[in-house]
T-cell receptor, first 116, second 112 residues
Framework: NAGVTQTPKFQVLKTGQSMTLQCAQD?????MYWYRQDPGMGLRLIYY???????DKGEVPNGYNVSRLNKREFSLRLESAAPSQTSVYFC???????????????FGPGTRLTVL | QKEVEQNSGPLSVPEGAIASLNCTYS??????FFWYRQYSGKSPELIMF????GDKEDGRFTAQLNKASQYVSLLIRDSQPSDSATYLC????????????FGQGTRLTINP
């Protein structure tokens, strides 16, 4: 089992460009999450999906959109990247459904995004 | 007041000693608490969770919860250089819509 996988590992964008971060899990989990991690800020939830077909906003959703493509995959899209979105992005999953916020979460390796 | 607070460190502990990491939280009604370990450049991984007051032991790790004082701590006995990492405390906040809030993490260095 690969667990939670994310692509790409690194990305550099110019202000205004768009991109999609991909996440997939092979643990048959129902709930999936997107976080960002900034120095001194801890992990902050962007969006989550309690089950296939549902998505909900987290603490910092502005500037992002998500798609729960199927049970395995949950993508994060930046429509018009801004320097403030420079961060490390983590995808996570939990058994669920509706596992947030009490389920144990399993994290992917992260995507380091720089917006110039 | 931050919902979950940790001393960012760095905390330096000699090899073989006990490392003590602390976390305080603001929501008196919180019931679920997690400790994650994050190596530099890697993703967080769960070490322990605790729901009840008192101590919970797992190998060299002990989580301690004191709901009256609103703090949760993680003790690492017989610290090893491989324990050098950032430790994240996470608390389920139930005021308003329930959410999982992470502290900013404490960077721990074990010195050989």
């Amino acid at each position: 089992n690969a667990g939670v996988t994310q692509t790409p590992k690194f990305q550099v964008l110019k202000t205004g460009q768009s991109m999609t971060l991909q996440c997939a899990q092979d643990m048959n989990h129902n709930s999936m999450y997107w976080y960002r991690q900034d120095p001194g800020m801890g992990l902050r939830l962007i969006y989550y999906s309690a089950s296939e077909g549902t998505t909900d906003k987290g603490e910092v959703p502005n500037g992002y959109n998500v798609s729960r493509l199927n049970k395995r995959e949950f993508s994060l899209r930046l429509e018009s990247a801004a320097p403030s979105q420079t961060s490390v992005y983590f995808c996570a999953s939990s058994e669920g459904p509706g596992g947030y916020p009490t389920d144990t979460q399993y994290f992917g390796p992260g995507t380091r995004l720089t917006v110039l | 007041q931050k919902e979950v607070e940790q001393n960012s460190g760095p905390l330096s502990v000699p090899e073989g000693a006990i490392a003590s990491l602390n976390c305080t939280y603001s929501d008196r009604g919180s019931q679920s608490f997690f400790w994650y370990r994050q190596y530099s450049g890697k993703s967080p991984e769960l070490i322990m969770f605790i729901y009840s007051n008192g101590d919970k032991e797992d190998g060299r790790f002990t989580a301690q919860l004191n709901k009256a004082s609103q703090y949760v701590s993680l003790l690492i006995r017989d610290s090893q250089p491989s324990d050098s990492a950032t430790y994240l405390c996470a608390v389920v906040i139930i005021q308003g819509a329930q959410k999982l809030v992470f502290g900013q993490g404490t960077r721990l260095t074990i010195n050989p």
